[in-house]
């Protein structure tokens, strides 16, 4: 079946810098969109950053444009996440999700969603 799991999260120094990891199982990655998601706690989940399927383009949310890079390796069905220069405000649950649209931020354009992982940027 369709799986999507990260990890990677943990308590992160501000400044500091982690890597997510979402690893895809039960499809094929390279026919899907891959999106990153964060929800904070009394907050709508947000989109962070995503990356299509077969041009590879990039979309990141203003919020972390310039500080999170996403890339994919398909033959190891795995998306990442580099968060660096990370702040407080980035404390949050990160989800990985997979879609057929490119570069949407719109979550119920996601149809399956990992369980998440937690980054708390904390010192």
């Known amino acids: 079946q369709v799986q999507l799991v990260e990890s990677g999260g943990g308590l992160v120094q501000p400044g500091g810098s982690r890597r997510l990891s979402c690893a895809a199982s039960?499809?094929?990655?390279?026919?899907?969109?891959i999106g990153w998601f964060r929800q904070a706690p009394g907050k709508e989940r947000e989109g962070v950053s995503c990356?299509?399927?077969?041009?590879?383009?990039?979309y990141y949310a203003d919020s972390v444009k310039g500080r999170f890079t996403i890339s994919r390796d398909n033959t190891s069905n795995t998306v990442y996440l580099q968060m660096s220069s990370l702040k407080p405000e980035d404390t949050a649950v990160y989800y990985c999700?997979?879609?057929?649209?490119?570069?949407?931020?719109?979550?119920?354009?996601?149809?399956?969603w990992g369980q998440g992982t937690q980054v708390t940027v904390s010192s």
């Open positions: 990356i299509s399927s077969s041009t590879r383009s990039t």
């Open positions: 999700a997979r879609s057929l649209w490119t570069g949407s931020f719109r979550p119920e354009r996601y149809d399956h």
């Open positions: 039960g499809f094929t990655l390279d026919d899907y969109a």
